[in-house]
Structures are given as C-alpha cells and as structure tokens.
C-alpha cells in the first residue's frame, strides 16, 4: 500500500528488526513504559500467529505494527511512526493493510490497548474502534510510575 509520501507498507520478518528498533526508539517516550526490546519483539515474532508489517520511505524506516491472531481474534501489539513522518497517513496506511489482511484471514475481531492519554486513541476511534474498557495500571514507565490503558476492538466481519 502506498501513502501520498510515497511509503510503502510491506510484510516484515526477523531480518526487518533493525529498522522496528529504529523506529521504536524514535517513537515511545520512555517515561510511559510503552516500547518493547528487541528481544521482546523477536519473542513475539517467533510465535505462530505472530505478524509484522513495516513502513518505509525509499529504504528508510518510517513505522511498523506488530501484530498477533489467534482463532478469528488478532490483536495490534504496537505501532509506530517516527517522529518525521508523522501526520501523514502513515499511521493511518499501516492500520488499512493490517485491517485488510486481517480480514481476508477470517479475523473477525482486531482488538487493542493504548495507554489512557495516548493521543493514537484519536486514530483508532477515527478508524471505527470503540472502547470496550479499561485496564488500570497496566503500563509501568521508567519511573515505576504506573498508567492505566484503555481496550478498543473493532468488528471486521460487518461493514
Ligand atoms: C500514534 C502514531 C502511530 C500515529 O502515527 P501517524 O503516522 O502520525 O498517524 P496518521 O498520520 O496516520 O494519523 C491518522 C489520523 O489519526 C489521528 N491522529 C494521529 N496522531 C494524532 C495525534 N497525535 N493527535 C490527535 N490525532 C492524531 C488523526 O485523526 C490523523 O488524521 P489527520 O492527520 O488527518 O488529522 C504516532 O503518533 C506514534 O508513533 N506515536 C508513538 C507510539 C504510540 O504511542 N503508538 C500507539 C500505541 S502502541
């Protein structure tokens, strides 16, 4: 999938890594708790069910979502945008690929969890998510200061 910047979004593997930790870097600040290792990512990766998709511009890293299904439910794990790309659909066209090729695997429901405050609630309400609850405390930042997160799901199996 292209965006107006010229970006691609492709699947991702092990090997994309690299540039997920480029952008993961870039993206969360660390007072919340919300980036995940390297280690961690491989970890998820490795599992079935487990998917990623990357967003570059030429061969430079703009963003990823991490991304996991299970039965007829996936979950988006993470997703993120450098800082540089920013407010131009990049977000937006890794979401619209994630949901597409979710749907077309039989996923009937995407769920997810964003720390309350988070201003990427904007992004997934504006994309047909609704809330479904919140979890209290559930991200610890570097502080030990503790977040709640707030759950959305969105149906893809109904227009
Ligand atoms: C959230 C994030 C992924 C959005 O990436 P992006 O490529 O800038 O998003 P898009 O340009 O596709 O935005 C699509 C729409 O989402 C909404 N949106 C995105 N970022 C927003 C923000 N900071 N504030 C309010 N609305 C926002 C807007 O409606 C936007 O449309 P518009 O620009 O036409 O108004 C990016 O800000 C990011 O990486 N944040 C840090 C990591 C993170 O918190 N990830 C989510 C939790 S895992």
């Not at 990623?52 to 061969?59: D, H, T």
């Not at 977000?91 to 997810?112: E, M, P, S």
């Not at 969890?113 to 919140?134: C, K, S, T, W």
Request: hydrophobic share 50%; proline share 3%; net charge neutral.
């Amino acid at each position: 999938m292209a965006t107006d910047l010229a970006i691609r979004v492709e699947p991702g593997g092990m090997a994309d890594l690299p540039d997920v930790m480029v952008a993961m870097a870039d993206a969360f600040d660390p007072q919340y708790g919300e980036a995940w290792t390297e280690a961690q990512c491989a970890g998820i990766l490795g599992m079935a069910g487990s998917w990623l998709l990357v967003a570059r511009s030429g061969a430079d890293p703009a963003g990823f979502a991490l991304l996991r299904t299970v039965a007829d439910e996936a979950e988006l794990l993470l997703i993120a945008v450098r800082n540089r790309y920013r407010r131009q659909g990049v977000a937006r066209a890794l979401l619209a690929q994630a949901i597409g090729d979710a749907a077309a695997d039989g996923v009937a429901t995407l769920h997810l969890e964003v720390r309350d405050g988070n201003p990427a609630a904007e992004l997934y309400r504006g994309l047909g998510f609704v809330q479904i609850g919140m979890r209290r405390g559930y991200y610890r930042g570097r502080s030990g200061k503790v977040f709640d997160a707030l759950t959305f799901k969105k149906r893809l199996d109904v227009n």
